[in-house]
Every structure is written in C-alpha cells, then in structure tokens.
C-alpha cells in the first residue's frame, strides 16, 4: 500500500502496525507459535533483505560486510502488498515492513518474534512512540525493531489558500473551495484517513480506533470517500507525480509526506497537521520465520539501529529516525530531526500510523466482528467506480 516510496535524495531520478498514543494497549491474538532467535552464533555469510527504496545502501552495507562477513543483497519493493509477497517466499531473511504490511506477516506466521536482548542498539534511545505498540507487538512478544516513522500531513498552495489550513475539511466537505484541485492517497489504506475525520466530527459512529471499523463505521467512511471522489482532482501513488501536480497547480490541497514539499522546492507549498489529526507510516525491521540467515539478521538489526546508521538512513529517505541520539551528533543531524518532529512525541501522539485491518477488532472490542484487510481493498474498488 505505501506505493512508490523512493530514495528521495535522488527523487526526481526515478520515479521509482504500531499505534501511538493515540491508542495503546497490548494487541492479543491467535498467532503461529514460532519460535525466537535464542543465542548468537556464527554469521552465515549473507543476508537477503527486502526494503523500500533508499533503506539499504552502499554507504553503510559495506562496513557491515566488512566488519560481519555478511554480503547484502537488497530488493526494494515498491509497496506494502509486493513485500508480503516477497516475504512468503521464503527466499528473503528480513523486511523493512510498515505496520500495514507488518500485522499481516505476524498473523500468517511469516515472522518471527525478537529477542532484543541480543539487539543492543534497540535501547533506551529508541523513541518511546516507536516501542512496544499495536503493529509490530502482538502477545507481549516484539516482532519489529523500529528504522523510522512519518506522518501522513496536509500539504497546501500558501499563494492560493491564504494560509495553512485548521481542518481537513478542505479536502473533505463537498463545498470545499478547491474543489477539483484536491489530491487523495490512491490505496483502500487510506480509508483509515477518512476514519480519522469521521472520529473527529461525527463521535456517534463510535470510532475509536481508525484501523478497527465494523461494517457500519466501514460504510460511513466509504461514503465519506464516495463524497469526496466528486471533488477529487487526481490520486496519486507516485511521489513525483503528486509534486508535479502541486507545482504545476493542478493540485491545491492533498494529503501528502513532509519529505514531497521538501523536495518540491517551491516556497509556496507547505504542510501542516490539521485539528483532526492523522494517520501516518512507522517502519520496522521483521525477520523471516524461516531465515537460515538469522545471525546476520540480528547482525543488520543492531547495526541499523546504531544512532549514526539509523541517521543515515532517516536522512536519506527523509523521515525521522528512530534512534534519537542521532539528533544531538550535529546540527545538521538536530535540523533533521526537527523539521521530521523525531523527538516530538505530542506530534506523533496525534498521529495513527499505519496498521493491517483484521477481524480482531484492534480497539479491543470482542462484541462485534471488525472489518477486514481484504474487506478495504474491496471498498476502495467501489470508491474510485
């Protein structure tokens, strides 16, 4: 679902789940009993990664090999769906999943549950937000060791809308000023947003949880979205595609990532994290349940969360890190760190960041069954017509 996330140093090359605190508590549901990584041993050599785009680079896998023996081989993947594929077939040691891929391979049994005892790097200096929560932490037991984290803003035209806007009603609401010049994420995940707004504004649907929607919230919020389909401009999947339609005004007001206004290099267009609040994407490292390659993957995972790696890595997508000490090595590592919120827990309490629907109502209700993954993607078919 998180189509086409790209390396965005050199985004205009190519074209190529946790909850915060907005809801925590202990996930508890029916999983494989897969057993857990018990000692190190003797590194086997190579490790086999899936990833997104930007996540796994020369400039750090080659003192990793240097100093491990282990000789990376990356695949990137362009969404959420492409990597559970990869991941099951069991020709690939570790992922770098979002929580709306990450739930999925932990009910299938596809990974495995963490000793991070054996993770010295997965520290104290690991963002609280990104610990021990809904998409990665199922039964008490951890299955994903955090990279980073970013959230879903409205990004607006300054020379059209005045300034930034309160609500995201903007993008909602059928009078909406910018009708036909409004952008929307192109993927069923994105009914979670119109979740959101719905949580916001009409409380007697009982939304608690934007990801846990029985089949009366899930049909509020496809007609929220069918409302808004009327005054969508374009979707979009494409980052570049999205920063071209906003630079060349096609496009006024969208849900976008702080790294596209970024890179879109215009002053006029800037982001903002509207009164509703929002949803947004966490990623972590998850390994396979069936890796022969288990030590390099604890190998990777400690040295991937090393404050100056993790920085690195946060940097060259543009996101913010997980390991915070990065942000006090430099002030450019702190500039980072500020203009991506990474220390900023209040901000992230406000967002929801991305997590697999399932039949388990996720809020923690037991007295009706919630809508499930393939139930949105079945919805966001009638959506779009």
């Known amino acids: 679902m998180r ?50 785009s930007g996540f796994v680079e020369p400039a750090w896998t080659d003192q990793f090999t240097a100093d491990t023996g282990c000789v990376v081989n990356p695949r990137v993947a362009g969404t959420s ?75 607006y035209n300054e020379d059209v809308t005045g ?5 995201w009603d903007v993008v909602w609401e059928s009078d909406s000023p910018y009708a036909g010049k409004i952008t929307a994420y192109d993927a069923p995940i994105y009914i979670a947003d119109a979740a959101v707004y719905l949580m916001y504004h009409n409380p007697e649907l009982g939304i608690e ?11 509020a919020a496809v007609e929220l979205l069918k409302q808004q389909n009327a005054i969508i401009g374009e979707y979009w999947s494409d980052p570049v595609a999205q920063i071209t339609s906003f630079v060349g005004g096609n496009t006024v007001v969208g849900t976008s990532w702080e790294v596209l206004r970024k890179f879109a290099a215009s002053e006029n267009l800037k982001t903002t994290l509207p009164v509703e609040g929002s949803t947004g994407w966490y990623d972590a490292w998850l390994v396979s349940s069936t890796t022969s390659n288990v030590n390099c993957a604890y190998a990777w995972m400690d040295y991937t969360s090393r404050a100056d790696v993790n920085g690195a890595i946060a940097m060259n997508f543009g996101m913010a890190p997980a390991n915070i000490a990065f942000c006090a090595t430099s002030p450019e590592a702190q500039a980072h760190c500020d203009e991506f919120a990474a220390e900023d827990e209040e901000f992230f309490s406000k967002i929801w960041p991305w997590t697999t629907p399932i039949e388990q ?8 069954k919630c809508t499930s993954f393939q139930d949105w993607t079945d919805a966001w078919l009638t959506v779009k017509g």
């Open 361 to 368: 109502c996720v809020d923690g209700r037991t007295d009706v």
């Open 81 to 155: 769906d492409e990597m559970v594929t990869l991941m099951r077939t069991g020709e690939y040691d570790i992922v770098s999943a979002s929580g709306d891929a990450a739930l999925r391979l932990i009910v299938g049994g596809d990974v495995q549950p963490l000793n991070v005892e054996l993770i010295p790097n997965f520290s104290d200096d690991i963002a609280e937000g990104m610990k021990g929560q809904i998409y990665d932490t199922v039964n008490g037991k951890p299955y994903g060791v955090p990279i980073g984290r970013g959230a879903n803003l409205l990004q």
């Open 3 to 52: 189509g086409k996330k790209l390396a965005f140093a050199a985004l205009f090359a190519a074209s190529a789940v946790v909850l915060s605190s907005c809801a925590g508590g202990e996930l508890t549901l029916d999983v494989p009993d897969v057993p857990m990584h018990e000692e190190m041993g003797a590194f086997e050599g190579e490790l086999n990664i899936v990833n997104w």
């Open 209 to 219: 949880n934007p990801y846990a929607l029985d089949e009366t919230q899930l049909a």
């Open 163 to 167: 300034g930034a806007p309160e609500s």
